[in-house]
């Protein structure tokens, strides 16, 4: 009998998802707005060609728990639309695309760029100070080679973000 691998089973959740669309005209991002609106989404336009991008809110209930953004200048070179699901609402979007709530339609004209998958492992005490060092020194290294790193701790979660094009995580959650 084989065994059903699943990202469940495996200790694997979905922390992002992007598709990307060379041209997103008005009518098709209202649609999209409005779609995922009903499924719980609030919607944002970003423009990352500042330093410090910030969300606009399109359209907002507190209710909404999780975030459709629509983010432009991702780099110089590509002019089109990032239409993104972060952390917890890309693991939704994934769970509506497994149970089939996806009205898929509304991607015909995007490409999965970006699918991030996170495993998770719950530390054991001992473990969280060899855990934290390592992340320390990670960063110390990183730097001297000239590259952005930076290490930010919290009760709960221990980060530390690398800024090669874009910053990349390693999360430590206790």
Do not use: C
């Amino acid at each position: 009998m084989l065994n059903k691998l699943t990202f469940e089973s495996e200790g694997l959740t979905v922390d992002y998802v992007t598709f990307n669309f060379e041209q997103l005209n008005e009518s098709r991002k209202a649609d999209l707005i409005n779609y995922f609106y009903k499924l719980g989404f609030n919607s944002y336009d970003t423009d990352r060609k500042y330093r410090n991008a910030f969300d606009e809110s399109i359209q907002y209930n507190s209710k909404n728990l999780y975030q459709i953004k629509f983010i432009k200048n991702i780099t110089p070179h590509w002019k089109g639309i990032a239409v993104a699901f972060p952390d917890y609402s890309g693991a939704y979007f994934y769970k509506l695309a497994k149970n089939n709530q996806i009205q898929w339609d509304l991607f015909n004209l995007g490409i999965l760029s970006r699918f991030d998958l996170n495993y998770l492992r719950p530390l054991q005490s001992d473990e969280v100070h060899s855990v934290t060092q390592f992340l320390r020194k990670s960063q110390e290294e990183i730097r001297r080679k000239r590259i952005n790193a930076k290490f930010e701790s919290s009760l709960n979660q221990q980060i530390l973000k690398i800024a090669i094009l874009y910053w990349s995580k390693i999360v430590l959650k206790n």
